[in-house]
């Protein structure tokens, strides 16, 4: 049985995201507003995030990431001992709240990139900082 060919699909713009603190705000400002300053050297077991040129090395290799897994990262970096929900991820690294799984799927890759199980899930309230050991 043949299948006839899929209709063309409309084209829409791309989805413009909703800023939650007001439009303009951007990561380090929304890092601000949840209490997380993002000076100085962030840094922990040969993992370093250099946010000035979005760069990461890992015992002085440079990782290849992403900017918003460079940012993620830094987040986790910034304050080890928090635990982030998924509503504040989403919040700070996007700017928005929008329910989806981008969060798990970004924390996924940063373990695969880095080689390091990075995180810790506590259950029903979202991930922390692995303590190096």
Known sequence: MAYPA????P???APVLRSVAGTGRDFTSRAADAGIALSGPLQMA???VDLAGYVVTLDGEE???S???VELLALFLAAPRKVWSR????????????PSRRVDVQLCRLRAKTGIDLFRNVRDRGWALRQAS
């Open 6 to 9: 899929p209709a063309a699909l």
């Open 11 to 13: 084209t829409r713009p």
């Open 46 to 48: 040969g993992l370093a």
């Open 63 to 65: 990782l290849d990431l």
């Open 67 to 69: 900017p918003r897994q």
């Open 87 to 98: 509503d504040q991820l989403h919040w700070v690294a996007w700017g928005d709240t929008t």
